[in-house]
């Protein structure tokens, strides 16, 4: 597609129950990101990957979160039992090959709301 | 460890007037910098990056950023501010040097840019 697709774009789920957030990359980039943007701060990692290589997973905040991207292309992030601090706008990214220079195109983002 | 200070939460400007966001960084190796506008409903975009070659930067929509190594500094500015540069802005660290942390974004908490008419 022409740009970083993201879906559902807005979510409500009752807490306790598990969510799977998508982002579609650009087609052709390596490497691929998950943001998390908690109301009135800036985004915060999570995780990347390149290829279908997770590379980076420092950022998830406890077990309850994981992400996969098992062909290189689409990821999805699940959150498991949701609590309703996990609330926040879900960001994904990606750029071209893996130089530092890179710049990383942002999809819309999914609003996730745990109630 | 690398961090990322924007020193003021909103910003009020006249239309027509400069506008100056503040943004100091800190870094355990050679950085990368970058700013992003994220406007109402839309994803993030980038305005312009720094990556080791000229330290005055030039961007979209007029912006321009100047890295000053001795100051920890990646200040914004734009001569002229229009209506429709009311967004919010981040400024935005990478670590260039440490090959695994590069995917790393750390931003900063975002300024709130208002242009008045």
């Known amino acids: 597609g022409a740009g970083v697709s993201q879906s559902p774009r807005y979510k409500v789920t009752k807490r306790g129950q598990d969510v799977a957030l998508r982002c579609d990359p650009i087609s052709g980039h390596v490497s691929l990101y998950w943001y998390r943007q908690a109301l009135g701060q800036g985004p915060e990692f999570l995780t990347y990957f390149n290829y279908e290589a997770q590379q980076d997973k420092s950022g998830l905040p406890n077990d309850r979160f994981s992400a996969e991207r098992p062909e290189g292309s689409i990821s999805t992030l699940t959150i498991q039992r949701t609590e309703q601090r996990d609330s926040a706008m879900y960001r994904c990214a990606s750029s071209l090959a893996g130089g530092r220079d890179t710049e990383a195109f942002f999809g819309q983002g999914t609003r996730l709301t745990v109630v | 460890a690398q961090s990322v200070t924007q020193l003021d939460s909103h910003v009020s400007v006249s239309e027509g007037t400069p506008v100056l966001l503040r943004c100091n960084y800190s870094?355990?190796?050679?950085?990368?910098l970058f700013w992003y506008v994220q406007h109402p409903n839309k994803g993030l975009q980038l305005l312009l990056k720094y990556t080791s070659a000229a330290t005055l930067v030039k961007g979209i929509n007029g912006f321009e950023a100047e890295f000053k190594k001795s100051e920890t500094s990646f200040h914004l500015t734009k001569p002229s501010a229009h209506m429709s540069d009311a967004a919010e802005y981040f400024c935005v660290v990478s670590d260039r040097g440490h090959t695994d942390s590069w995917g790393k974004l750390q931003f900063g908490a975002g300024t709130q840019v208002v242009v008045t008419p």
């Open positions: 870094s355990s190796y050679s950085p990368s």
